[in-house]
């Protein structure tokens, strides 16, 4: 069966791979991980009344969220280190979504792209469907608003065949090792908005995406990626 945090997860078949390596889920998260955060910022708040106290919230800071998941992909385990930046990243999900803002469009908000690392903030339009895909190099995926959907495929005989599925939810963080083939859905009535990290250059590296309906097997990139959201948004206005 699938471990996750110590937990019973799916019961599947997993000869060849699981479905997420490890999935930090914001419940089981100690108070030292949350404690260990060093890029939230105090975001104050207008205060009614003549001697109301300052009121604060929290925001991340990006620019210290990238700077430390470049740190961290330093590390010996690299994709590792990086999952638990990201991982205190969405712990608090409101934090992160009043610095990243609340997601009115699909696409793919750049934060760094580099041959080492790329991080972008990756927006789903209500119910919107990405079919199976890989990337070829490892993924972290953390998510700070709505929820997404994975469906895990592996190569057979006859093509690529489902075998697991798991949801991510608002705090949910999760790693994906070099391999996996997975379709994501979106399957709220709302946008969603997630923190994905890729080991390596996502917008120039030739993979594969299989055809929703035929399971095809077609050559995908990152500019590939990028016009399936657009038409996400054109499906959207009509």
Known sequence: SLSRNGKSGLSLSESLVKPFMDIS???????????????????????????????????MDIDRFVED?????????????????????????SE???????????????????????????TWTPQMNL?????????????YTGREDNMFWRRSSEGIRAYGAEALFEGDAAALPVDAIHSVTN?????????????GDYFDTTRSQWDPETLQEE???GAVIRAIFERENERLRY
């Open 131 to 143: 079919m199976p895909h890989n990337h070829l190099m490892w993924a972290n995926i953390g998510i």
């Open 187 to 199: 399957p709220l009535q709302r946008f969603t908005g997630g923190i994905h990290i890729y080991g």
């Open 219 to 221: 050559p995908s990139d």
């Open 69 to 93: 998941c470049i740190n961290a992909n330093k590390y010996s385990d690299p994709q590792a280190a990086v999952k638990e930046v990201l991982a205190r990243a969405v712990y608090n999900p």
């Open 96 to 122: 992160a979504l009043a610095a990243i803002a609340e997601p009115d469009r699909a696409g793919l908000r750049v934060l760094l792209r580099s041959v080492a690392l790329t991080i972008f903030c990756a």
């Open 25 to 59: 889920k914001r419940k089981t998260l100690t108070a030292a991980v949350l404690a260990a955060s060093q890029f939230i910022l105090p975001l104050p708040l207008a205060a009614s009344g003549k001697s109301s106290p300052t009121i604060t919230r929290q925001i």
